[in-house]
């Protein structure tokens, strides 16, 4: 199901980052993190993504993680690096930093709070391109960056070689088969669902990879999925993305208290405190953490996913 | 038709930012367009808003513009700085820069790429508003950050002392109204309209202020506007308005072609370049300068409001 | 402040509808409500508005209310009908039939459910105007049917004599001044504003009439309103508009609990309730009726607003 | 992968309306277009769905093309009747009609036009079904009536009895599967996907059928794929799907001129003159009928898609 060769495939999760109470890195939680992911037999890993919340990171802070995971990774698997800012030349400083520091691809979305133009967003993607010298994945969100990448303009960037492969959140699975279907003769080129409740769906259009922030709770269902699809047992696939959907709803504890982005990732990192991963749940400010009777419910779906004893 | 004593008041523009064809800031240009403001007899001046291209530069270049303008203006006006980035933490770096170089208020976005809650948005001003003693305004502009400011949050803030008033680019004027009368007690609150457009009708609610992009290109027109709603005589003030609303149809030459974004601020470049202030129309990448074309229709608009002979 | 001779002017109200506690229409409630708002100096009525609950009522239902409204009022004032329904074989019909009942004008949306274009809204408009001799007013009303009238449509359409007016549900007041500045010239042509908030401000900019839902709960204050506005005295108008924004407040009341649609409509009916012009609050099926607890807070607000000793 | 014993399943298309180029309904190519589909193997036909252009016809219009499809399919397939318009009891008369000509089930969108709450969306089924005692299939079409239902509407009224299924245009395939997953367990209960591109991945997370407006065009395909996915057979399943999602590619030709709405359903109106099952390709006013330049696109794209010579 998958085409020959792309350059990069399978599941590569957007790693959350832990903090300690006082807002800081929490370093041996990420070491916790990473080791329990690549354990868990992922395929690459995805630094600084939303999940990784990103954009309430400074340059130093996300140069500190990146530095911290490619040392704790160590080449066992490829590092994707977030670089994610409103505009074009603020992207290109924090994609030679990463660079610099060795990840092996850069994942770029398009501008936010400046208003573009599809044409000028294709040109941001070369510009950051031409800039900086790494596989260059366009992370299509717009929930966050209210633009969606049109199919014409992802077509061109894939076929000129400007852009690698596409990490798509849109949730638009009608674009993401037809780009799929447009691009299949590209060599190298590969797409990957941002969903985690599509998985299996978006591995039988032909998606050569995932990259579901569940993962960072649940890596093992994952894995299992994704093995699953390639042995083209769809019945197991869909069984068990059928209990990750069910894990999933964690994110919907607290949604109608605090935020989307809030209950979502807060969500996340509330498991992994249960599951002895992090420390803390703490969220980065503004937003809010998850308290102890969300928690609670956040136990009990653990449980009923048999991650909890 | 004003409310007593407010902190700040009369027509503040969102000063644009000049490039060399190099897209570096055009210092000379800057301080052209400063002194031609200030000989105008403008109120303020805003530093870093969406027309000052502020999501396009990065801490250093900011600081730089900040500095030659605190230097230019010299204590003549007051100067309101932009302080806009997607989170917390990050807002208030970009703040306590402003401060230290002695602007005299800081203007601060809602969280964008983030996805926040009223309640997350509300503690994302406090926190700003603790980390830096500067007056603080609210700047309203749900089509950069996607999220409107509520009117109880609005009011909240402004009775809790957090915020000293309001930007409003929401293009909800029956919101502003509402939020005028609500908070019409607290003294020194303020509120201006981001419009061009609506700016007699702002003033007539009982706006403090106006906050227009045009006023780079004819700041005498907006102090005449002010002039006449400030002595009553809304038959004048209306009259200016729509000379103004005809100038400002420079914003929609290029809105085919590019994005209202590049369309609007590069309309202002281009009438800037021919009316001698700016040396070029040059625009932040990765958004499209307007063409010579373009610039001939704007010279068409700029002769028929009277501003080229 | 008006163009010279507009075919229609005023305030001219969007009549709201009563109904038996049975969900049939109550017909001496609407006659009370017919007779208050021509003694109160209303310049027109609007039956079957979205106010008028009219996507509820069928085409006899619609005909019944019509022929009521012309017997009462008899030719005391030009009375204009919605006739909005999907698409534009089934508005022409509407339109036939309230022509032949003797109404002035007929007030049309963009089609709804159907999805257009501007070009095919445009020839919507040209084929009602075709069928039907009578003036046409464009009601624009996105909130209801997805679509915003563009401003070259309207001003096409105003100028090839397809439309008589338009009524301005929008919000987007720019565009409204817009449209009254292009159409200044055409003779007889008007612009009536929706809002029931920002009245003085859309007759500041000349508009030429309004047409306030809550004009059925105080259609005292509106006229005053438009006296005052008419006499050039601001001040005055800005007053009984403050007073009326608050008054405007009740449709705010039960926004948390049911619908928009419901809260607003609702909230008059149960202040005319009180009034004593309406024999129940009763809100078409699905809609759900205001409660005693919410009908005692508007009290409240009829208090506050003088309407109640 | 199927739910026992759903009271309907399979292949379900809408049905198009032909019109005489006078615009009046043509019932011999709507008996050709009927037979071919039965021909062809459809599990049942959707009547007066938004690709049969429901919204344009008028009640006697409708009747019309209810009796002459009962008539015509005369009991070989069960028929389901779209019953939409904007409000509770308007849609209770059509649907007493439709029950009164012998339809099998009757299909049901939310209110449009009016704005509602979830409470009343809810309510709005419930009266519909109380007044009619017949298999209700929730519409869940956000493009047309701007309100998605959500998941624990759908899920109640599912448990409760109210609704027999749902129809999903609303391409939320997250929210579709949870709502599977959910319902799994009532008896009878099915989930039709609207996608005419993501046929094979509903299906694959246990949609029980499919009602692609692009059946008109190629129902072959779609039994193809239907029996391919009984079967197990997903690779044969997406080769199908790939094959018609090219032939989908139709309703992009005319797109950029005119609505998606008559591109839509105007380009299989087009397509099926080409293969003599319509006699013109005629659209229901104000939308644009296909041009001849745009005609001969289709027929590259039918004869990529092998269905002509």
Redesign the interface.
Known sequence: ?ISANPLFHGVVPPVATPLTER?EVDFPSLTRNLENMIAAGMHGLFMLGSTG?V??H?AATRQAILEHAVKVVNGRLPIFAGV???????VI?HAKAAKSIGVDAIVVTS???????Q???A??FR?VREAVDLPLIAYDIP????YKLARPTTVALAREGTIAGVKDSS????NF??VL?DCADIAGFFMMTG?E??V??AL???AHGVVPGLANVDPHGYVRLWNAAQA?D??TA?REQ?RL??LFEMVFVASGR?????AGVGAFKTAMRRLGIFATNRM?????DLNADEAAQIDAILKTAGLLG
């Open positions: 199901m807002y919340e954009a309430f400074d994610i800012d409103p505009t074009t030349d603020r400083a501008p936010f709070y400046a208003r573009t133009s044409g000028e967003i040109d941001h510009y929930v966050c960056v209210q949730g638009d699975d009608g088969r037809f279907m969903s409740i599509l299996d769906t039988a259009m032909g083209g769809w019945a869909r059928e959907c069910r605090t935020s989307a982005g809030s980065c400010r503004p937003q809010q």
